[in-house]
């Protein structure tokens, strides 16, 4: 879209074009008609049940203040299973009210027994605040919920202790917290009822097998307690849910997965962005460095992040309430900055309407949007993730996802946060210049067709298994009884944790040896957060999370804060601190790295004649050695920085396949030619995977070469980027024939001749996209198809 946002925004509700309106307008906006598909989702009926006997008159009365006249029937189903000692997860749409299902039992256990109490966890602090808002306006005497985290004051931390019955917090606090203080919260524990696990399906790959690890630490304290808590879980609809929180608490759990709540209907249009002329001096050029991001420099296609902000623009103007979706932080601020201009280009003040929100603010910046978006003060908002979960934002009218999230779980938790009050709402995936968007797009029964996928988790990884171990034996002596409860490997690691003289063997089990706590980062982010601090006047604008500092925040690279720009002056990683200034340059800065790989073992593989294809462990060594700064206006490269950042090593699982010289020949693959082969199919690889597995191509690695060390052939490498694996190689190694397949379906449907970031080029690529070659990739991968079993 090149046109300027509409002049006025709409006067009120009632003026709001419906959702198939507001798509006409939005296509007809463009010379060419950006829509590959409409989808209509129709609207469903709900299913009403009758109130749970066991649910007390005063709970039922709270909750039809509420508007609650009765729970729909999956809702009564799972309450009642927890209230009867099942563990349950119950598996539904957004918006489908599964937060009845767990509050219902739960609360009515604290009104009936006035020293029961109840956990509730939640992967984001911004989830459990809306949830605490929930549980306090039902107004019942002696629950007492509170917020438990790390933005809690610590005046009120005791308090919480003591008097709270409904203790709301999230792993980390669980794991950092309340687990290693458990003689302080042993009266809480000790009447512990019902732990909630809400939006359980974000625990997945390394986050989720620690999760796991840290729920079996729970119920071990709480079983020395003498309490047995009922653990109720909430999910998106996912691919077996049953066993998936079964891996997760350790628990046999039932599930309940049929959706017996109303829903309004989706109009649901995939949208590709527009060519760009092939100049690209001649592209629309944006006068903010908040105009562009890492991805969207030179590409065949418009950039998807102006794309969305120009489509949250025009949404805006039209008064309908929007939330953009963003997969990224610096592509949240770069949505909201271009959609905030382009509304003040058109009704000056009307970009105030318009806010960006992700992780890494300050608490009082995320509870004022927040707050803001559900007063209506904000008809726009660009956010990562960290609002895709149950956060009850009534009234939005369209929601638009900047690029594929990396599921269709979470894809459709996104879409669901639209007609949340069951009215009709506009949802649009815009594809970025990617080949799993690209495929998408022009495949719509990838999407639409196909079954939502199960959550990927490893609770026997020994790079998660053995640090939990140790947060187990500073909480309380392991005992042989324990091995059972940490489940596989269990009696290896602590084996490893012996001769590496972290643990001790005594008759009465084994103890920790160290006054100091071990140090584990449960999502696996590559150390403690990073602050970012403005030099001149010492106030602190955020944080970056430690995998991405050397990324983001090195000496001398742009970091963007609501829309405004700093340059880094120093990045000191020993004491986890970045030290900005206020610059609007014109240029952007992207830092280049090199990687290196070696082959530890051999898990699995298939001997295909000509090609191999091998599942195993891997030692990956990479480093951020340079950057880049390009003209935001026209994407050249003014010149390359090195830099002195220290190497990060990782061992961790891969998928790799090799091919004989022989048969690169006989495709028609020239020697010369094999390295932008094999990198060319290395990268669309990479960006197809998240077809197959729970993860997205930023959780995943690759690497290529004409003759490997270890393999002696030409080989490609897929590997998950965390310590031990996060379980998407063995997906990709199970999956291998129809992950390659669709692969080789997206680089050839391409339209580009040579290649481009929607078929084999990678946004983070290290050498630059260089060497890449297309119709080779494709030979390369018509060879290892050939051979290859189903």
């Known amino acids: 879209m090149t046109s300027s946002p509409a002049a006025t925004v709409s006067a009120g509700p009632g003026t709001r074009p419906a959702p198939a309106d507001l798509l006409r307008r939005l296509r007809a906006r463009g010379a060419t008609d950006p829509v590959t598909h409409v989808e209509r989702v129709p609207a469903r009926a709900g299913v009403p049940a009758p109130w749970p006997q066991w649910a007390p008159e005063e709970l039922r009365a709270a909750y039809e203040r509420r508007g609650v006249v009765a729970p729909w029937r999956h809702q009564a189903e799972a309450a009642s299973l927890a209230y009867d000692g099942q563990h349950v997860v119950v598996a539904t749409g957004t918006a489908s009210g599964k937060s009845l299902a767990y ?337 998408l797009v022009h495949h719509p029964e990838a999407i639409f067709g196909a079954p939502v996928e199960a959550t990927v988790l490893d609770p026997a990884n020994p790079y998660v298994l053995a640090p939990q171990l140790a947060c187990a034996a500073v909480e309380a002596p392991l005992t042989p009884a324990d091995l059972a409860l940490f489940g596989d490997g269990a009696k290896e690691a602590i084996d490893e944790l012996v001769a590496a003289g972290a643990l001790r063997q005594r008759p009465t089990g084994w103890y920790w040896r160290y006054r100091e706590r071990p140090e584990v980062d449960l999502r696996g982010e590559g150390g403690a957060p990073v602050c970012v601090v403005e030099a001149s006047t010492g106030r602190l604008l955020g944080t970056v999370d430690g995998g991405s500092s050397h990324f983001l925040l090195h000496r001398g690279a742009v970091y963007l804060h609501q829309g405004v720009s700093y340059v880094v002056d120093d990045l000191d990683l020993t004491d986890g601190c970045a030290l900005v200034h206020a610059e609007e340059p014109d240029w952007s800065t992207h830092a280049r790295d090199v990687t290196d790989l070696s082959v530890v073992s051999v898990r699995s593989y298939v001997d295909a004649g000509p090609v191999g294809m091998f599942l195993g462990e891997v030692d990956v060594t990479s480093q951020v050695v340079s950057y880049q700064r390009r003209r935001i206006a026209t994407g050249e490269v003014i010149d390359t920085r090195p830099l002195d950042l220290p190497t990060r090593e990782l061992r961790t699982v891969a998928v790799w396949f090799t091919l004989s010289p022989e048969s690169l020949a006989a495709a028609g693959v020239a020697a010369a030619d094999v390295p932008g082969a094999l990198h060319a199919a290395e990268h669309a690889a990479i960006g197809l995977l998240p077809l197959m597995a729970t993860c997205d191509r930023w959780d995943i690695g690759g690497l290529s070469t004409a003759v490997h060390q270890d393999t002696e052939a030409p080989t490609v490498f897929v590997y998950d980027g965390h310590p031990g694996g996060a379980g998407f190689a063995e997906r990709a190694y199970g999956t291998a024939s129809a992950w390659l397949r669709a692969t080789r379906d997206a680089i050839s449907e391409c339209g580009c001749e040579t290649g481009c970031p929607s078929c084999v080029q990678s946004p983070k690529c290290g050498n630059g996209n260089n060497p890449l070659s297309k119709p080779d990739a494709i030979r390369v991968l018509d060879v290892v198809l050939a051979n290859l079993p189903a």
């Open 103 to 439: 509050q219902l039992p739960a609360l009515a256990t604290l009104l009936a027994d006035p020293r029961a109490t109840v956990l509730y966890l939640a992967p984001t602090k911004a989830l459990a605040a809306d949830q605490l808002r929930a549980v306090a306006t039902l107004e019942l005497e002696g629950v007492r919920p509170a917020c438990y985290d790390g933005d809690t004051p610590r005046a009120e931390r005791e308090w919480i202790r003591r008097h709270s019955r409904f203790v709301l917090t999230n792993p980390d606090m669980l794991h950092h917290g309340i687990l290693p203080g458990h003689a302080q919260w042993s009266g809480f524990l000790r009447r512990l009822a019902y732990v909630v696990i809400d939006e359980c399906h974000t625990y997945r790959g390394v986050f989720g097998s620690h999760v796991a690890h840290v729920l079996r630490r729970l119920r071990r304290q709480c079983a020395k307690f003498g309490a047995t808590p009922v653990f109720v879980l909430a999910s998106a609809t996912s691919g077996d849910p049953a066993t998936a929180a079964g891996r997760l608490t350790g628990l046999p759990v039932a599930a309940v997965t049929e959706d017996t709540s109303p829903r309004g209907g989706v109009t649901f249009a995939l949208w590709e962005p527009p060519l760009l002329p092939s100049d690209p001096s001649t592209a629309s050029p944006e006068a903010s460095p908040a105009a562009v991001e890492v991805a969207d420099l030179i590409q065949v296609r418009r950039s998807a992040l102006r794309e969305t902000a120009d489509l949250l623009a025009d949404t805006v103007a039209e008064g309908v309430r929007t939330l953009a979706f963003v997969r990224s932080r610096k592509g949240a601020e770069v949505v909201a900055a271009n959609a905030r201009r382009a509304l003040d280009e058109a009704v000056p003040g009307l970009g105030d309407r318009v806010a960006a929100y992700r992780g890494g603010y300050l608490r009082e910046e995320r509870r004022e949007l927040e707050r803001a978006l559900l007063h209506g003060d904000l008809l726009g908002l660009a956010s990562t993730n960290a609002l895709e979960l149950g956060v009850d934002l009534i009234g939005l009218d369209a929601v638009l996802i900047c690029g594929y999230p990396g599921t269709r779980a979470s894809l459709w938790q996104q879409a669901g946060r639209a007609g949340r009050s069951g009215q009709e709402a506009l949802a649009v995936l815009v594809a970025r210049d990617d080949p799993l968007d690209t495929y």
